[in-house]
């Protein structure tokens, strides 16, 4: 294997691990080391910012494959994002649960 091809596959493998971070950040996927959906869209803005900045940064050093991957990207996070926005928030995300008021001093009673 060349560098060229090399470069090619590590930017691939981070595009793609940014997706998935991002999948789980709008709570599309189980967090694996917790095992549950966790939703996080400050977060997840973050990484779509991310990965906007290595579109720009990257234009014109890309090959083809690699330039469509990170646009295909970047479209399928904004939909799913914009999805997410229109949902509720959910009590992970700031909001105490239903019938649990924040007591003085920031503990929560059932």
Known sequence: ????????I??????ISLHSACM??????????SGSVERDLGGAQGTIDMLDMIREKTAGNLGDEEGRLLIQVLH??????????SKPSTPAEGAPPAGHAP????????
Request: glycine letters at 8%; a neutral charge.
């Open 24 to 33: 789980q950040q709008l709570g599309k996927l189980k967090n694996p080391l």
């Open 1 to 8: 294997m060349d560098q060229k091809e090399k470069q090619q």
């Open 76 to 85: 399928e996070l904004r939909l799913n994002y914009i999805d997410e926005m």
């Open 10 to 15: 590590l930017f691939t493998h981070l595009v």
């Open 103 to 110: 007591e003085p001093g920031g503990k929560s009673t059932p």
